[in-house]
Nanobody, 124 residues
Framework: EVQLVESGGGLVQAGGSLRLSCAAS????????IGWFRQAPGKEREGVSC????????YYADSVKGRFTISSDNAKNPVYLQMNSLKPEDTAVYYC?????????????????WGQGTQVTVSS
């Protein structure tokens, strides 16, 4: 069974850090594009970051650029999202997603596989 499992969410004060992990089960991340998305209550889903294990491209939304870092180790699994200097507006459910059909990082694409989400809450 193909699964994506996120972990690492939690409650943190503004200015703090969290590291989210996205682990693949039932398939390997080689040649996949992995994206991180978030959705806050009452807001549309936002593409936060993505990394392509195919062409190495990386993307960050302007709202997180300079604060968040997406990475993976040589095994390409799991994919991490290091979140520093967190702000209350970063509060959301964070989802990872994966797709094999695209080679270049793109958060505007409808990814095939999705995790269940992990809650990130940043208090002021």
């Amino acid at each position: 069974e193909v699964q994506l499992v996120e972990s690492g969410g939690g409650l943190v004060q503004a200015g703090g850090s969290l590291r989210l992990s996205c682990a693949a089960s039932g398939f390997v991340f080689d040649d996949y594009v992995i994206g991180w998305f978030r959705q806050a209550p009452g807001k549309e889903r936002e593409g936060v970051s993505c990394i392509s294990n195919s062409d190495g491209s990386i993307y960050y939304a302007d709202s997180v650029k300079g604060r968040f870092t997406i990475s993976s180790d040589n095994a390409k699994n799991p994919v991490y999202l290091q979140m520093n200097s967190l702000k209350p507006e970063d509060t959301a459910v964070y989802y990872c997603a994966a797709d094999y059909s695209i080679a270049t990082c793109n958060v505007g694409y409808e990814y095939e596989y999705w995790g269940q989400g992990t809650q990130v809450t940043v208090s002021s």
